[in-house]
């Protein structure tokens, strides 16, 4: 069974993703608050941490900040409320700070579980939860050199931007 600590000092918000999670055959670890919920996962790692965004004690980002720091394959979503315009503002920088998924606050069941499957799927350059090694993702071959020159000298900013003529 994969397990999900839940990070969100709301706890009708807590109450709501514990029905939604356990009802989905997930297993649920509880915490009140960034400090609980990065010591909840020092102690018993997770499968996905779901953490709020607004907080008291160690905000979201905080939390995010610090666990990807310390466990670089954390799987992390962030949710975030207080209306839909002011998550929008939270959201982008837990995004850059490694959260797998955002949702915004009020959420649907459906959002939530698919957030939770997505965070669980496999990602390249993602390293799971128990590796410390944060591994490479697969890169494209490399441009040809002489296409590269090509492109330099022929004022074309890209090849997708030249028109061809049929």
Do not use: H
């Amino acid at each position: 069974m994969k397990r999900i600590l839940v990070i969100d000092d709301d706890e009708q918000v807590r109450a709501l993703l514990l029905e939604i999670l356990e009802r989905a055959g997930f297993g649920v670890v509880e915490a009140a608050n960034g400090v609980e919920g990065i010591n909840r996962y020092r102690e018993e790692p997770t499968d996905v941490v779901i953490t709020d965004i607004m907080m008291p004690e160690k905000e979201g980002v905080q939390t995010i900040s610090e666990l990807r720091k310390e466990f670089p394959g954390v799987r992390i979503i962030a949710i975030s409320g207080g209306g839909r315009n002011v998550a929008r503002d939270y959201l982008p920088v837990a995004a850059r700070l490694g959260a797998c998924r955002t949702v915004a606050k009020p959420f649907s069941r459906q959002e939530i579980l698919e957030a939770v499957n997505v965070a669980l799927a496999p990602c390249p350059g993602r390293a799971s939860p128990t590796s410390s090694a944060v591994s490479r993702p697969t890169r494209w071959p490399s441009t040809p050199r002489w296409w590269t020159a090509w492109i330099r000298t022929s004022g074309v900013s890209s090849p997708r931007s030249r028109r061809w003529a049929r």
